[in-house]
């Protein structure tokens, strides 16, 4: 691998991911204007309250979008309960228009500033020991600060922009459940402790074991670690002990699978850097589909709609259905490619390539129980016997579309508990 080839890359990719200096300043008076008008309300409502700009916004590592989002918590005083916050946050932000409330374990509201920038705001309470926190965002102040104290160098913060993006271009970034990634908090301590975008690449793409990092330190050892932390949150591949709260693994949410996909990636990237790495790739529906036909195989693309809240609930749930449904059609079929892909409001779609023709092992009775026996042989024309019981092998004649016609009338019940409301095929590629 050539250095001075990837540090050129890097640099083309950093110009291409650096806002504007027109948006950052939209963004900035946007920001000001917010803070100012909320502040006077608190005032006017004499709530113990303060406000704090959070996100990538406040850390300096925001990154060119279509559109800009920037967190803004209010952080409530001690004297008020847990469930009061929201309520109270409500009060504060009903002179705004553009009002959603996104309902979660607290509930938090977005707020439309203009076509391409939101502000998400939302209620903590003000803790000074971690232990006291009711939510994980109640931690977002220490994060903040820790990130702002620890990486002040610009070069450090580049590569946490271009770490951000290498993750986002390959689906491995966010903590959501339909994710299982890399959270952003989760990288910019990542960053930190490698030192660089390539050294963590290089370090994530030669772990044989489970990673166990603690930056600060609050440990002895390991097995500390292992002993001291909740078994619960030392299932991820990485353990990252969070500097500002020892008994949190800031990635508990990433998979073994997501993880071994990104591998994959570094590995790649290491072997052959490339400016597309950094860039979003379409899944090519219509080649998948030409592929599969070539080679005789039946190509499904499905859609399901859910009336759960958009976000990382309607996502969770779809993805959930994606994966019983594939478990369903693996009893039938031999599933050579597959595809889920949630549009981040209430539906997904997702793809099944699969060889037809698979067949199927139907257990029968004893050789001893007579009576079963006929009717299993009445049954099935073609049986064989494995140690004292019955079999049956059948091909399966049918094809994958109408076995998910057949299942979705069978099991409408089943749909409409895993919040499904509509599942219907999609043609268009």
């Known amino acids: ?184 908090y989760g990288l910019e301590l990542l960053v930190y402790y490698y030192g660089s975008f390539l050294k963590f690449v290089k370090e994530i793409s030669k772990a044989k074991d489970k990673i166990i990092i603690d930056i600060e330190k609050h ?65 090519d529906l219509k080649r998948i589909k030409e592929n599969a036909e070539k080679k005789n195989y039946e190509f499904v693309l499905l859609e399901a709609r859910t009336e759960k809240q958009e976000g990382d609930i309607a996502g969770s749930k779809l993805l959930k259905f994606y994966n019983h449904l594939g478990s369903e059609l693996e009893k039938f079929f031999d599933i050579k490619d597959k595809g889920f892909n949630y549009n981040g409001k209430k539906s997904a779609r997702f793809f099944f390539v699969v060889k037809k023709g698979k067949e199927i092992l139907f257990d029968g009775p004893s050789l001893k129980d007579k009576k079963n026996l006929l009717k299993f042989k009445k049954r099935h024309k073609k049986v064989f016997e494995r140690k004292g019981r019955i079999y049956a092998k059948k091909k399966i004649e049918m094809n994958a579309e109408d076995f998910v016609k057949k299942w979705r009338i069978k099991n409408k019940k089943r749909i409409k508990e895993m919040s499904v409301k509509d599942l219907k095929f999609n043609s268009c590629i």
């Open 1 to 184: 691998m050539q250095v001075k080839k990837v540090n050129d890359i890097l640099k083309q990719v950093l110009e291409k991911i650096e806002p504007p200096e027109e948006d950052m300043k939209i963004i900035n008076n946007s920001i000001k204007d917010f803070k100012e008008k909320v502040e006077e309300k608190i005032k006017k409502l004499r709530i113990d309250c303060e406000i704090f700009v959070g996100g990538s916004f406040a850390k300096g590592t925001m990154i060119k979008k279509d559109y800009y989002d920037a967190d803004i918590f209010l952080r409530f005083g001690k004297k008020y309960r847990d469930e009061e916050i929201s309520l109270l946050s409500k009060r504060i932000l009903e002179d705004f228009v553009n009002v959603s409330v996104i309902h979660g374990s607290r509930d938090y509201f977005k707020i439309m500033i203009s076509p391409d920038f939101f502000i998400e705001v939302v209620p903590v309470m003000k803790v000074k020991n971690p232990k006291e926190s009711k939510n994980i965002t109640d931690l977002s102040y220490s994060h903040v600060r820790y990130v702002k104290r620890k990486i002040k160098y610009e070069k450090v913060l580049d590569d946490v922009k271009i770490v951000k993006v290498f993750c986002y271009a390959n689906n491995c970034y966010g903590a959501e459940s339909y994710i299982r990634g890399f959270s952003g």
């Open 219 to 283: 440990y002895k050892n390991k097995n500390e670690i292992l002993i001291d932390v909740n078994n619960s949150k030392l299932k991820s591949p990485i353990v990252l002990i969070d500097p500002t709260y020892k008994q949190r693994n800031a990635l508990a949410a990433l998979s073994d699978e997501t993880f071994e996909k990104f591998q994959k990636v570094c590995r790649k990237f290491l072997d052959n850097p490339s400016v597309k790495d950094f860039e979003v790739k379409k899944v």
